[in-house]
């Protein structure tokens, strides 16, 4: 799922880990998201965005990412 966390990361000068310890998950874990390749749990996605200031729908490009999504459906 495409995502603005490395976006917003870079913005505020964080490395991976620094956004990791504040939401307390790995830099694995941060890694994984930023590729998008792991979708977060609610709380973890709340907790990412409330550190940037921004919403859950505006991190996680919820949609351009539903829209993505059903044109996948579009043509069954």
Do not use: W
């Amino acid at each position: 799922m495409k995502n603005k966390v490395k976006e917003l990361r870079t913005a505020a000068g964080l490395t991976q880990q620094q956004l990791a310890e504040r939401v307390h998950v790995s830099s694995r874990t941060v890694i994984s998201l930023e590729k998008g390749q792991y979708n977060p749990s609610l709380l973890l996605a709340y907790r990412i965005a409330e550190m940037f200031g921004t919403t859950i729908e505006d991190l996680y490009c919820l949609k351009e990412n539903k829209a993505e999504e059903d044109k996948k459906y579009e043509d069954l």
